[in-house]
């Protein structure tokens, strides 16, 4: 069984940072990609940030472009996501999420199959 375990999230005051980690545990489990979305309260769930792992290639949403940095580690089934400068509008439930699935681009929450339960972010004003 394939688990995902987000940490790593909390309150900051608007112009800080948090570090949000994922770990997905299972024997044989290999992602294809991760990547992390939010959901903000009335909100449908958004692309946040995602990685392939074959070649690195990275995806951003263009919110949080110069701001979110995701990084992280295949053999150890682990992603991270960096964020700074956060604002307000940053404020959501993060969610990490894993692909087994070959696609064009990762971008998009149909192209990932297994999710973690989330971890909030509040950012103050």
């Known amino acids: 069984q394939v688990q995902l375990v987000e940490s790593g999230g909390g309150l900051v005051q608007a112009g800080g940072s948090l570090r949000l980690s994922c770990a997905a545990s299972?024997?044989?489990?290999?992602?294809?990609?991760m990547g992390w979305f939010r959901q903000a309260p009335g909100k449908e769930r958004e692309f946040v940030a995602a990685?392939?792992?074959?070649?690195?290639?990275?995806y951003y949403a263009d919110s949080v472009k110069g701001r979110f940095t995701i990084s992280g580690d295949n053999a150890k089934n682990t992603v991270y996501l960096q964020m700074n400068s956060l604002k307000p509008e940053d404020t959501a439930v993060y969610y990490c999420?894993?692909?087994?699935?070959?696609?064009?681009?990762?971008?998009?929450?149909?192209?990932?199959?297994?999710w973690g339960q989330g971890t909030q972010v509040t950012v103050s004003s």
């Open positions: 299972g024997r044989t489990f290999r992602s294809i990609a």
């Open positions: 990685i392939r792992w074959s070649g690195g290639r990275l």
């Open positions: 999420a894993a692909s087994t699935y070959y696609s064009g681009t990762y971008d998009y929450s149909d192209t990932f199959n297994y």
